[in-house]
């Protein structure tokens, strides 16, 4: 699904990072895009394995963090920084009521995020959540400067708990696809009829 060496991808990297000096720079370049011009949906239209190839999400414009990461990981290959996927279960406290009450739950399994080769260490880069996003819902935007990890804060801008990481899957060359069905279709019998 990590399609880097696509067209579409080699194109839009090479666009955003052609006035880039550095890893490091490419990589906040490429992590900002993802975050904040591909609109976060909560949910995809659909889970079918083709819906998370990283030019299918780049066309689309929008996506859910696993595919938000599954771009930024792709754009980072095609920009010849090493990258790949990390996968965790978070608790969101902020979770909007209607998205509560489709999914039964505040727990989002396998969350998704890229981790990036930077500086002789993989650094974590979440690009979830938009900018718009984040200021609709009074949450702070995760930031990214190429050294430190950047996750989703456990407080919101009003001192509310926001997120909490509960466990960790570990990392990924690509998508676990099999192993992440598995886990919706357990954690999210209610949506499942």
């Not at 990589?27 to 993802?34: G, N, Q, T």
């Not at 030019?55 to 599954?70: D, F, P, W």
């Amino acid at each position: 699904m990590i399609d880097s060496d696509s067209k579409i991808i080699k194109e839009k990297a090479a666009a955003l990072t052609e006035k880039c000096n550095s890893q490091k720079e490419k990589a906040i370049v490429l992590f900002y895009y993802v975050r904040d011009e591909i609109f976060y949906t909560p949910l995809p239209d659909s889970f079918s394995i083709t819906e998370y190839r990283a030019s299918k999400t780049l066309r689309r414009g929008e996506g859910y963090c696993t595919q938000k990461a599954i771009l930024l990981t792709a754009l980072a290959r095609a920009a010849h920084i090493q990258s790949r996927l990390g996968f965790a279960d978070v608790i969101n406290h902020r979770i909007p009521e209607e998205l509560f009450e489709k999914m039964g739950t505040n727990k989002f399994v396998y969350h998704g995020y890229s981790e990036l080769w930077l500086n002789n260490r993989w650094v974590r880069a979440t690009p979830a959540f938009n900018k718009e996003l984040c200021n609709k819902l009074d949450i702070k935007p995760v930031e990214f400067d190429g050294e430190k990890d950047a996750v989703f804060h456990k407080r919101d801008k009003k001192g509310r708990t926001h997120v909490k990481y509960v466990k960790y899957y570990g990392s990924y060359t690509d998508i676990p696809y099999d192993e992440m069905m598995q886990a919706f279709k357990e954690e999210y019998a209610k949506m499942n009829g």
